[in-house]
DNA sequence: CATGGTATTTAGACAAGCCTAAATTTGTTT
DNA sequence: AAACAAATTTAGGCTTGTCTAAATACCATG
């Protein structure tokens, strides 16, 4: 059984990963986990000590299969005390993190599969996120950030994740509605950035952060 | 904020002071604990310096009233949580104890409050425990466990909380039943076995594990 | 291809809690 | 009152995960 820092590293990993699954800078996992590097170099070692990373000195650190095993079922348990937070407390979309933060490491697999059958399976989070299942498979949704497509996939926005007046307008200003095109045409490593086609006639780059906020439905 | 450990430490150091709030044993909170004696000693002067607790060398422990405080609180999560498992997720009484253990101690006042109202603000716990309000105060119920009463006290029984064939039996051969008048007579300190009279006739001795399970009105 | 800057790792410490073994206090028994 | 047993505390260490400071590796730029 792992702790919950051992889960807090994996989760981080796996996020950070993202779909490309890339190795995972030194840097990169103590800014998410508001640590020091000199941190995470010890504890990435211990981890691929366990079997859980892979981890090459100065090259980065991927999950291994067990890693992110573990990374999905954490993810699971925090999104589904997301739903009971939202749907049976009434909490604010808002206020649920860092609860959930805390939920996420109750150890008990039939507290889990209870809790999800007392919500009724569902398949996203409050935020839109889709919900693993007990196997850690992600439900099929054809629902995704915009930052989780490759490159050369076509797209149609669906929802945002983010409802600030600044964002819409933003979103305005750059003619993108429900229902606009957006094709991936590059992705820049070096600040997640993305080159994209919008309404197949406009090219411009969103940063990561825009990007995560876009819901699309990938076109067959 | 406090923790775990300090919490079960606070938790273990009420329960073990019962109603008379006795100076508590070293090694009777080692035991509550499944730890040793010289943690708990290490431990106690910690919590002393934060002001937790009272503690003298070699004779024994008490609550302050800010540890008392904290201890409530902790006692009013785990039953809520136990309250929520049973009634909502329908788990079985007998499943529940170690799940409230870990949910006890998760940090969100607003959580707690917001659960409470989800359950109907109950009164007691699947086990019939009296479920202190958020100020820390339990519920005026009369309703108590046979060994929380002093002596002298008269009650009635209105409840077992333990459904085993052996506990009922031996109810049954000592006529013991619902409604039966109990007085204490005597308290005996050194195993918390209790010298008491039923049917307002026979006299005879109770264990602690036996008054534990024996649920009483206190008769005006 | 040398050099400087950034990323990363190592070295050495620290706090929280736990342990075993040894010392000390308390209290009981004669 | 002495001596022994039980309870308690102290001493010294261990693990997990953290930190700062110093050393080292990587890489881009000139």
Chains 1, 2 share one sequence.
Not at 41 to 47: E, I, N, Q
Not at 175 to 202: A, C, P, R
Request: hydrophobic share 35%.
């Amino acid at each position: 059984m792992q702790t919950s820092t051992t889960e807090d590293y994996l989760k981080a990993i796996f996020k950070l990963s993202g779909p490309t699954k890339q190795g995972v800078s030194t840097n990169s996992i103590a800014e998410e986990l508001s640590t020091k590097a000199s941190s995470v170099s010890d504890m990435v070692k211990k981890l691929a000590d366990k079997g859980l990373v892979n981890y090459v000195k100065y090259q980065g650190t991927t999950l291994t299969s067990e890693g992110e095993d573990i990374a999905l079922h954490v993810i699971r348990k925090h999104r589904l005390w997301e739903v009971f937070l939202v749907e049976k407390l009434k909490f604010g979309w808002d206020e649920i993190h860092e609860i959930a933060e805390q939920l996420e490491h109750i150890k008990s697999p039939k507290l889990i599969d209870k809790l999800d059958e007392h919500l009724g399976f569902p398949k996203t989070d409050p935020h839109g996120d889709p919900i693993p299942d007990k196997n850690g498979k992600f439900p099929e949704l054809n629902q995704y950030k915009l930052n989780e497509l490759t490159i050369g996939e076509k797209s149609i926005l669906i929802g945002v994740s983010e409802d600030s007046k600044e964002f819409l307008r933003y979103l305005d200003g750059i003619n993108l509605k429900l229902g606009s095109s957006i094709e991936i045409l590059d992705y820049f490593k070096f600040d997640k950035s993305l080159k994209v086609k919008i309404n197949k006639d406009t090219e411009l780059t969103f940063s990561e952060l825009v990007a995560q906020n876009l819901n699309v439905s990938k076109e067959n």
